[in-house]
């Protein structure tokens, strides 16, 4: 572990689209930090207790609800991918009210453990976006009507895609990738006309590095506010990288994700009290990093780096000074120091690995496992402490949707709307 910088105040500030407070509008929630703003969710169900209402799902993906003006939204996928779908249901009841589908010519490459369909959409109350990769970028609006479509090109990578689209004011962020080209970019929500593109140089052929390591990253941009200066954070196979919102222009980047075995990230970056934590997938590197500064900040901002780890797919969050994490492998729960890197209390709860992000919700944390058990606990950094262990008994690697006290579940086989 490297030396442990002090952590200086920076005026900083989740940012949210402007959407109703009861929204849950895109991965992770309405300012992708996996934090609900409201209270009185369920912590207790069953198959059979406080199931408002269940429907039946196309097939599996691992994308993940959002909730939005009456609506729920989620992607699918069939003929092994070759038709992409958005699907909207009504929050209220779950009847389905409408599908769009688009179609590729071609098969593209996955993994069985990400089914097609792996991105989340997001919306601003009145539009919806999905992106499909290789399939396109696409907007509708509430109706079901296609506003726009953009082709960005083709993204092959041997497990397949994921990362999901943001919406900030008047455009959509998106990383693509992972694929031989990689960049992030800002499309005019309105039009569809792009706003700006930044490449992300990289070595190899989009999935392995020059060493015929893996690399690739499925992260999705979480938008920030450091020093005044709004800032999108995106990581990258080997660096974490802030882009100007209104450029795309790179404000500073630090060093530190590329591990000796492979360059991979999964997890979104983790931010609060002025801090980014992320963690590479595949047992790679993690590491802590003050938030602002100029160029690269490795050395300046870089509070902690840690080589190896237990596996991350699922991102956490931060609650005061200290990171919550679930873990692809092995099967554990950890409280992390956030300004440190000290691992505080590590636990082994449900039964399975975490694919599933975890999200803060009226004073308790939420993780669905991969076997489809969500565990709910405290925040307490002295031990674990469990609410309860919800068993659904069906296979899931997404994320729940949080919104006016009920919490929306997708399963490998239903989409559930939970209730008390």
């Known amino acids: 572990m490297c030396i442990r910088f002090g952590l200086l105040t920076i005026g900083f500030m989740m940012l949210c689209v402007s959407a109703r407070a009861d929204d849950w509008s895109m991965f992770r929630g309405p300012a992708g930090s996996g934090l609900a703003t409201e209270n009185g969710f369920p912590t207790t169900w069953a198959s059979d207790t406080?199931?408002?209402?269940?429907?039946?799902?196309?097939?599996?993906?691992?994308?993940?609800?959002?909730?939005?003006?009456?609506?729920?939204?989620?992607?699918s996928a069939a003929e092994e991918g070759q038709?992409?779908?958005?699907?909207?249901?009504?929050r209220a009841d779950g009847k389905e009210i409408w599908v769009r589908t688009v179609e590729i010519a071609k098969v593209m490459p996955t993994h069985s453990s990400n089914p097609y369909a792996g991105s989340t959409p997001a919306s601003d109350g009145q539009r919806v976006v999905v992106w499909h990769a290789s399939a396109g970028l696409h907007c509708y609006d509430f109706s079901g009507k296609p506003l726009w479509s953009r082709d960005l090109g083709e993204f092959k990578h041997q497990w397949g895609y994921g990362t999901s689209p943001v919406i900030y004011k008047d455009r959509v962020i998106l990383h693509s990738g992972p694929g031989v080209r990689v960049f992030v970019t800002a499309i005019d929500l309105a039009s569809g006309k792009t706003l700006w593109e930044t490449d992300e140089p990289q070595e190899g052929n989009g999935e392995?590095?020059?060493?015929?390591?893996?690399?690739?990253?499925?992260?999705?941009?979480?938008?920030?506010?450091?020093?005044?200066?709004?800032?999108?954070?995106?990581?990258?196979?080997?660096?974490?990288?802030?882009?100007?919102?209104a450029s795309g222009e790179i404000i500073w980047s630090c060093e530190g994700l590329s591990g000796k075995s492979s360059s991979v990230v999964n997890a979104s970056p983790i931010v609060g009290n002025g801090l980014c934590v992320i963690h590479s997938g595949f047992r790679g590197p993690s590491m802590s990093v003050r938030i602002g500064g100029k160029g690269d900040v490795t050395e300046s901002n870089r509070l902690w780096h840690e080589e190896r780890n237990s596996e991350s797919i699922s991102t956490g969050v931060i609650v005061g000074k200290h990171v919550y994490r679930a873990n692809g492998g092995?099967?554990?729960?950890?409280?992390v120091d956030a300004e440190s890197g000290e691992i505080l209390w590590k636990a082994r709860a449900a039964s399975g690995n975490y694919w599933g992000s975890i999200i803060d919700a009226g004073g308790?944390?939420?993780?669905?496992?991969?076997?489809?058990?969500?565990?709910?606990?405290?925040?307490?950094?002295?031990?674990?402490?469990?609410?309860a262990q919800n068993v659904l008994d069906e296979p899931s690697n997404s994320t729940p949707a949080f919104s006016d006290g009920e919490v929306f579940l997708r399963t490998f086989e239903h989409l559930y709307c939970i209730s008390d």
């Open 208 to 245: 392995t590095r020059a060493d015929g390591r893996d690399m690739g990253s499925w992260s999705t941009p979480v938008i920030v506010q450091a020093a005044g200066q709004d800032q999108v954070l995106c990581a990258m196979p080997t660096r974490l990288n802030a882009y100007d919102p």
């Open 364 to 387: 308790n944390l939420y993780v669905t496992s991969c076997k489809g058990t969500t565990v709910v606990f405290k925040p307490n950094p002295k031990e674990y402490e469990e609410v």
């Open 330 to 335: 092995p099967s554990t729960i950890e409280c």
């Open 83 to 90: 038709k992409r779908s958005l699907i909207c249901f009504d």
């Open 50 to 75: 406080n199931i408002k209402w269940k429907v039946k799902l196309p097939g599996p993906a691992n994308g993940s609800p959002i909730v939005s003006n009456g609506r729920v939204f989620v992607t």
